[in-house]
């Protein structure tokens, strides 16, 4: 062992020990007759000195070599500081070094290794390895850590058996894009990544595991969303013999587990939300529900005059801005450039101040007078002292416009306080989903979805209305997790995947052997599946996943550090039987 | 929920108490006015009666309904059973059915669900859904999560993180083959799926990370011998500031926890061995000291007579079969068919017979008097009763032929218990082994793997002779993990580098990241890998792992049961940029 001590450890009691202690140098004061040096492991910081009345000249002369980020091994003496630093564990003592190895030099690196870095994004992650000394990376790694331990534990006992699914699979359109790997040996044919291992695990269900997690990478080639990786951490999750309510329970469990093991905060029964009312009242199926501000629809009190805008809109609907009143005209106005902005996409935004005094003063007094405005802010909530904003158009999309104010707002208002945790169930999802370009309807979950009982009818005559026992767990406005009660017979399950547009054929191809298997006695069973990378960041109260990730890709899918992916050697493609064809 | 309770958990006494149980029906015994049912979980069977003078007729006649797996929901009463079954847990008890509902059909499965079966590897594999309901298979997969559980708690209370590295990497030609995934977004490039994590946990070293373990899906793209998979999970580790003896002693540690935990056996301090000694006492890098026939060299006592087949062979070995003097000639004759099959490759065996009485007889009494074959016995061990069996030939090669007559004598005469464990470190591995097809020298462990202190000129002079700091641990006959301490300085990466071939240029395309990293302060750092697929199974008391793999593929790297790989559809060639060339 090149260590006797780590560097986050000694204490005024260790006061005289000879130690060995490891690591970088995090900085160097030399003063002349005293060098000092912070020497830094993922433990923490020990300070060190060499003195030139105490040492030989020969050790101040190899202190004096130290550049930062070297590593080196000291030998020496700890000794209680005259002033001690009440900032780190370890403040109390330094070491006065009898001995020193340099073990391995150190150029200087392309940006300051510390809490706040002048590196900017891209050069972290060229040097990423350098970027997880910093404090803030390696902290949320060891986060991470701690969460999936916590989880694993929680659901081993409960019962729950991991069980590893495999990554080369077969390619199914079961939603997004998928990574495709060919097969040398079986000559033109390809494995597929899996997407999740979704039928994996109703298999596991049907062989009779009762309770399966998994936590799991998963993969999707799609066009990267800022936040989005290629591959991505599951906690895949699958029981037999339960109804949703089961699911909900166990699941509702290992969070509140987690939020008060982790961030030791108690959280009582979480509050469910049915998808409709999630859309009616918050635009939105993944509420941040930390704040108020719901949604007020003004149609029946605000379409009664010649406000044309309003009469031909097919929703209007406005939110309660707190103390928005305090808002310039120049503020306002600004607001209404940034619900313009081609991300947002609405047309323009009415506004309605809510004076002190009682009174009202809107955008559109030409049109609306004392009495209306009264009515708006009593459906949407508003105060004496509030800023009323309301937008217009067609429903689906005038929700999302509004519930992107919402957020923004709150985020200006500071009511998205990261310690503070609001989970949330949204239940009864919408089983199918219309798709606006091909106006095909796909499963809104995945096409293994249970219907509501009764409602299979429905799925002729109103495809759109057919509700799911379909669920989501939302935390702070994310989605951290989703599920559903599962199809668990062959006959039902055929009946979904043709209404998805799936010939006989196809159907048979790609999901045959589950559908065989649900004829050798399938019980019924439901999931869930939480995006772990997600759940870490949130619990950590970030909201970007990439400190929690060790290596993750950039928008356009590359690792920058290693530089891949990369071509491939002529005789690789030629074994594979592959062509480039570009 | 759809079960009060599991097929498990009822005893005598919850007499009288009304239950719910779900499960499978394992087997169906109608005697007309009674039925009888066992019902199966993962839990257990538990016997429930439907009997015709407490019953309603309807639920006799939908209990004649039950075929072999189908799914049930039962309520009844728990009843203490008249002739008790002390075979299964739950064989005091019995239930009255009062209500059945049939959750789902079967279909008589291909293969009986039994302990037992009657299925064959094909048939099994297809109906992976089916295999997994069969307690062997079922028990293993519980097995390995509780292998798994225990590992990372043992890592984790010793402050190891668990990091996950990413599965799209660059392909390089480290060893295998690699699988690659073609990247759409990056046209003509390919990501390859890792062959290991190497490289990446040593980045996690020089970032800081100090101590490091995941378990991870690994995958190499062989021609599959028998019990490989082309994907495959290790427990993967990596320490900072440690040498070999740090690592031994700290895995050492995780495998006596697990043998003390999994198995209930107390085992010492593990043995070490050269691998130079366990090549020469038993041909073979990985002995099994389970039991002895050691093997005892001859040359010196079986090379000084006209026996030209000895005098021209490198090597003369022989080993005492313990009691083998009881075999007939017969017997005998078929040994030495054994060690001629193709498979083994001996041109023939010389034997030895020791008899009671204290004499000699051999197959070459010809040339050697009962003073030669006195010394055979000693050199070898062999007492009265044993049998000498001995190889000539080239060194390596009549050591492997040696080894696998010496395995397959043990199996054969039951040395190879399952209940016993007998783990060895094998050390001091050579750096370069020659590739006797291509005469090159390649890295035996990996291109990372550090020479001994001082041996780094021998590279030039006798690249063979160089011995590494590397390592394997061996349970039972079996490589169960193997690792080294690493290279962390750039110029011993690329002197390394260059003796296993690699331009300079290749050099840096493949490895730059990681010589670029050894310069920004690397510090000294080993650690190593188990193949976790293989340690359940040794765990578990099995040889071969395919029990112990929710979902393995054959020799082909086929999914029998998913039907996978599979043709891809032309359109996603098309967006890969990829054609065919058959």
Not at 453 to 461: F, K, R
Request: glycine share 8%; aromatic share 10%.
């Amino acid at each position: 062992m090149y260590r006797s001590h780590t560097c986050g450890e000694l204490r005024a009691a260790n006061t005289n020990q000879e130690v060995t202690l490891t690591g970088w140098v995090q900085g160097v004061r030399d003063k002349g007759f005293m060098i000092y040096v912070d020497l830094r492991d993922r433990y923490g910081i020990t300070q060190l000195y060499f003195d030139e009345d105490q040492s030989d000249v020969s050790l101040m002369k190899e202190a004096q070599k130290l550049g930062r980020e070297f590593v080196i091994q000291v030998t020496g003496k700890v000794q209680e500081r005259a002033s001690k630093n009440p900032n780190i564990p370890t403040g109390d003592i330094e070491i006065l070094v009898s001995k020193l190895t340099i073990l391995n030099q150190a150029l200087l690196p392309p940006f300051t290794i510390e809490d706040e870095t002048d590196g900017g994004e891209d050069l972290r992650m060229k040097y990423r390895y350098l970027d997880i000394r910093r404090n803030p990376v390696k902290e949320s790694l060891i986060f991470r850590h701690k969460v999936t331990q916590e989880v694993r534990n929680y659901l081993s006992n409960q019962d729950f058996i991991e069980v590893e699914t495999p990554y080369l699979i077969k390619s199914t359109p079961e939603g997004a894009r998928d990574f495709v790997v060919p097969s040398r040996m079986n000559e033109g044919q390809f494995y597929a990544l899996p997407q999740s291992p979704q039928t994996f695990k109703q298999l596991l269900m049907v062989g009779g595991m009762d309770k399966y997690f998994q936590i799991v990478k998963c993969f999707r080639d799609e066009d990267l969303r800022a936040d989005r990786q290629p591959e991505f951490t599951q906690i895949d999750c699958e029981m037999a013999f339960v109804e949703q309510e089961d699911i909900l329970n166990t699941f509702e469990g290992l969070t509140r587990h987690l939020l008060k093991e982790i961030n030791g905060v108690d959280v009582d029964k979480f509050p469910r939300m049915l998808y409709d009312d999630a859309m009616r009242l918050y635009g939105n199926d993944k509420p941040d529900i930390r704040f108020g501000m719901q949604f007020g629809e003004l149609n029946a009190v605000a379409q009664h005059k010649d406000f044309n805008v309003f009469n031909s809109a097919e929703l209007v609907v406005g939110i309660a801005v707190p103390g928005g009143n305090s808002y310039t005209r120049k503020e306002i106005d600004k607001l209404i450039d940034w619900v313009r902005r081609p991300q947002v996409g609405a047309l323009g935004m009415v506004y309605c101040r809510c004076n002190d005094d009682g009174s009202f003063k809107s955008s559109v007094d030409k049109f609306y007078d004392q009495d209306d405005l009264a009515k708006w802010a009593e459906v949407t909530g508003a105060k004496a002292g509030d800023l009323i904003c309301v937008l217009s158009g067609e429903t689906n999309k005038v929700r999302a416009q509004l519930s992107a104010l919402r957020m923004e707002l709150a985020e200006r208002l500071g009511l998205r306080k990261p310690d503070e945790f609001a989970p949330l169930w949204v239940i009864d999802f919408p089983l199918l989903e219309l798709d606006e370009e091909t106006g095909h309807y796909h499963a809104m979950h995945h096409p293994f979805t249970s219907p509501k009982p009764g409602q299979l009818e429905l799925l002729d005559s109103k495809p759109g209305e057919v509700k799911a026992n379909a669920y989501d767990l939302v935390l702070n406005g994310n989605e951290i997790g989703g599920g559903s009660i599962r199809i668990h017979d062959k006959a039902t399950q055929a009946i979904m995947l043709k209404h998805l547009g799936f010939s006989d054929e196809d159907a048979k191809a790609q999901f045959g052997f589950l559908m065989d298997a649900f004829e050798y006695g399938a019980p019924p069973h439901g999931g869930i599946a939480f995006g772990l990378d997600r759940l870490v960041a949130i619990l950590g109260g970030q909201e970007t996943i990439r400190d929690f990730i060790a290596f993750p890709k950039n928008n356009s899918g590359r690792d920058v550090m290693i530089d891949a992916p990369a071509p491939l050697d002529k005789e690789q493609l030629e074994e594979l039987n592959l062509k480039l064809d570009l």
